[in-house]
């Protein structure tokens, strides 16, 4: 862990920054383990997990990545870049697999029998834009779940999504199913934070009940 302290989540959450600038030191695998395992532990729909996440951490690999991703130096700076992508054909090769863990840690059997069917018939009548939808909702909760231990583990993150699908595919010769989702850079800060971005009044994005209607917290 860095040799510091855990900062409480909430602390975590209110101090993140997208980092603008990493000091490039390498870090340890076992930082790095647990930070992946957080994204593991993320919820998906029907527990289908349909993420997959592409370590890279090799000087040369880092920076074809930021060749791929508009020449961002921040991709070639952080210590790890997790590339997370999703796979639309996963669920064909996991859902036994799903289904199996299930019933180790006591999933119902009408449950187990009902997955069986639904979840083929849910995901194989996406569309190609549904299935993109769908792997973003859930590779996106991995990709917070990870950012945020790495914020609470001491570490510096930057999420990403300025890259180019193609190249990021080329350089790290993915399948066809897998679509990239974000880049996380984590690492150590270097140089000055990027400006506080403020965010909207509470009263711009939140309702009660219905659209339109202000929220009030009575005490
Ligand atoms: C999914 C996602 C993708 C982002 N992509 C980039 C990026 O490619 N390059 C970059 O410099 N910042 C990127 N950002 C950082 C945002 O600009 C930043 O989060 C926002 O301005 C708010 O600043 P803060 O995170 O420091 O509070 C991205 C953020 C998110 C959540």
Redesign the pocket.
């Known amino acids: 862990m860095s040799n510091r302290k855990p900062k409480p989540l909430a602390q975590a959450i209110r101090e ?3 980092t ?1 600038s990493f000091d490039g030191a390498p870090m340890p695998a076992v930082d790095l383990k647990q930070i992946i395992e957080a994204g593991l532990a993320a919820p998906s729909g029907y527990n289908m997990q349909p993420w997959r996440f592409i370590v890279v951490q090799s000087a040369e690999q880092k920076k074809r990545l930021r060749a791929a ?1 508009y020449n ?1 130096p ?1 991709v070639e700076e952080a210590s790890a870049v997790i590339v997370a992508c999703g796979d639309a054909d996963g669920w064909r090769r996991d859902l036994d697999e799903m289904i199996r863990l299930g019933r180790e840690g006591g999933m119902p059997e009408g449950y187990a029998h009902q997955a069986q069917v639904a979840v083929p018939n849910y995901l194989s009548n996406f569309s190609g834009d549904e299935m993109k939808a769908w792997l973003n909702k859930m590779v ?1 909760i991995a990709v917070t779940h990870m950012m945020l231990t790495a914020e609470v583990m001491g570490y510096d993150t ?6 180019e699908q193609d190249k990021v595919h080329e350089v790290l010769r993915l399948p066809l199913s897998y679509s990239v989702v ?1 880049l996380l850079g984590i690492g150590h800060l270097k140089g000055p934070d ?1 400006f506080q ?1 403020e965010r909207f009044n509470m009263a711009r994005t939140v309702f009660a009940e219905e659209y339109g209607k202000p929220i009030r917290f009575s005490e």
């Open positions: 993140r920054r997208a603008p991703s961002q921040k996106m930057a999420p990403m999504e300025g890259f974000a990027k971005s």
